[in-house]
């Protein structure tokens, strides 16, 4: 008999709308899997862009890691937070000398380890150090405390994402994309047994533009210029990933897509999965 241990990883939270979206989805999703593990990415949680400790911990309460990415240092004091908090990750491959950490151990009340790695693209984004180098270096030395090893990885290229997805194809139990906010229709077991999806999506507002106020953003391509942008708030989705894991192994036994929607502040929800 297989000893499995269950990952919910939702999508990037936006905003205001997200955290919303997060109280009032996730109890289904807990009630429906009893995960092992609860993940988020959280660099778009305080506003649409950025955390703050205080949003970091409101998040905790419900989640067990956050992960980021290049909006981890939009909100001055993320820097000071990510000092102090280990259950918030950076990517590992920005330069060692900022503050935080790329990765965290968990361990449950079981005594069960899992390995959070959180990495960040480069194709259309910072030219930081390469993700598949710092990957490999990381991974190894993961699999010294537990074969269960989860990828953040926040990118635009969807080919970058996959193909560091075949990279580490038998080495990370699960490679899950981040960044874009709009969920693919591509999770799949790689043959070395390691659970991929190009992007997870998003929880935030639905009506929007990757979570951003539709009407700013509509107004942004008309016009070219620069605007603040903030989260849309017309409706509501929940967007997420629940993978299944081997934890003799560290081999993927399944993963399944969820989202949960409600189109209409206040109007009622759907599933769709």
């Not at 970091?56 to 992960?67: M, P």
């Not at 490999?136 to 080919?159: G, Q």
């Not at 620069?226 to 081999?251: C, H, N, T, W």
Request: contains cysteine; proline residues 5%.
């Amino acid at each position: 008999m297989q000893d499995k241990f269950g990952v919910l990883f939702l999508g990037d939270i936006m905003g205001r709308p997200g955290r919303r979206a997060l109280r009032k989805f996730l109890p289904s999703f807990l009630e429906k899997y009893s995960p092992s593990l609860i993940m988020a990415n959280g660099e778009n949680a305080a506003g649409g862009l950025g955390i703050t400790g205080e949003i970091g911990q409101e998040l905790l309460i419900h989640v067990d890691i956050l992960t980021s990415g290049n909006h981890i240092w939009d909100k001055r004091e993320a820097l000071t937070y990510l000092e102090k908090e280990d259950r918030l990750l950076r990517p590992a491959n920005y330069p060692p000398e900022n503050p935080g950490r790329g990765y965290f151990v968990f361990e449950n009340s079981a005594g069960r380890k899992a390995a959070v790695l959180n990495l960040q693209g480069r194709v259309f984004m910072e030219p930081i150090d390469c993700p598949f180098k710092t990957a490999e270096r990381e991974v190894k030395r993961l699999k010294a405390i537990t074969p269960v090893i989860l990828v953040d990885f926040h990118a635009e290229a969807t080919s970058e994402k996959q193909a560091l997805g075949w990279y580490l194809d038998g080495q990370a139990s699960a490679v899950i994309g981040t960044h874009t906010h709009v969920p693919t229709a591509d999770e799949r077991i790689l043959p070395g047994g390691t659970a991929y999806i190009t992007d997870v999506g998003m929880v935030g507002g639905y009506n929007s533009v990757i979570g951003i106020s539709r009407e700013q953003a509509v107004n942004r391509f008309l016009t070219a210029r620069p605007q603040r942008f903030e989260p849309g708030k017309d409706g509501l989705v929940f967007s997420a990933v629940y993978i299944e894991i081997d934890m003799r192994s560290g081999k993927a036994i399944s993963i399944r897509r969820e989202m949960m929607i409600e189109e209409k502040n206040g109007e009622g929800s759907h599933n769709h999965s």
